[in-house]
């Protein structure tokens, strides 16, 4: 079968670093994806992940290990801004996203 | 106009009326999609239209009826609608094939209540 998890909710200073995980199982993969949405906006893409490793972007970095069915998502020097949930999805063998039900993150002065 | 536009932004409805939702890409995109959001679930795949042709039902109701009559243009017809099917309903558009599908661009979204 398909799945994937991520926790419900994550706080973080102001300033410092958080990673979000992420983990899935699934028999056909096509990459990793992580969305950022802000309450009561529409999810805007992040990242996108097919080979092991680490992307950097900016202030925010994606990981992978298709090995262990395992992603995280590393934000770094948090800003208030960064409020806001994190959708993990990967792809699977139909090119179909299959969702994670997201991450709220709540950034503290 | 840029990016995808959904429309009403917010819709109160009785089991027993008729309405549509309304969504529309200026992105050139080929693929279209309806998603359903509700509260600490996962998005929700309804429906995909690749080049008008509809390519997924996930075993969606057939209160809900979805409608593409260009590659631009998206609608979600209601009628006879259940409580629970009150939710944050997301349209989004992508390049379509293979992983290009992966990067999509979501509307703002429909507040749906059913009364």
């Known amino acids: 079968g398909q799945n994937i998890d991520q926790p419900t909710e994550m706080t973080a200073t102001e300033g410092a670093i958080v990673q979000i995980n992420c983990t899935y199982q699934t028999s056909g993969f096509n990459g990793l994806f992580w969305y950022q949405q802000h309450a009561g906006e529409a999810p805007t893409f992040l990242s996108y992940?097919?080979l092991d490793g680490l992307e950097e972007k900016g202030r925010f970095s994606s990981f992978l290990s298709r090995s262990k069915g395992y992603s995280y998502l590393l934000l770094k020097e948090l800003q208030m801004k960064d409020s806001a949930s994190y959708l993990c999805a990967f792809m699977d063998s139909n090119y179909q996203l299959i969702w994670g039900a997201g991450t709220k993150l709540i950034i503290k002065p | 106009e840029t990016g995808v536009t959904q429309t009403p932004r917010h819709l109160v409805m009785g089991m027993t009326n008729k309405k549509s939702l309304k969504c529309e890409q200026h992105l050139g995109h080929n693929a279209m999609y309806w998603y359903k959001q509700s509260a600490k679930k996962p998005l929700e795949l309804m429906f995909v239209y690749n080049f008008k042709e509809q390519t997924e039902n996930n075993s969606v109701p057939s209160r809900f009826s979805p409608e593409c009559p260009n590659s631009s243009h998206l609608f979600l017809h209601l009628h006879t609608l259940q409580p629970e099917d009150s939710a944050l309903y997301l349209c989004?558009?992508?390049?379509?094939?293979?992983?290009?599908?992966?990067?999509?661009?979501f509307g703002q979204g429909t507040r749906l209540t059913v009364v």
């Open positions: 992940n097919v």
């Open positions: 989004a558009s992508s390049q379509g094939e293979g992983h290009g599908a992966g990067e999509a661009f």
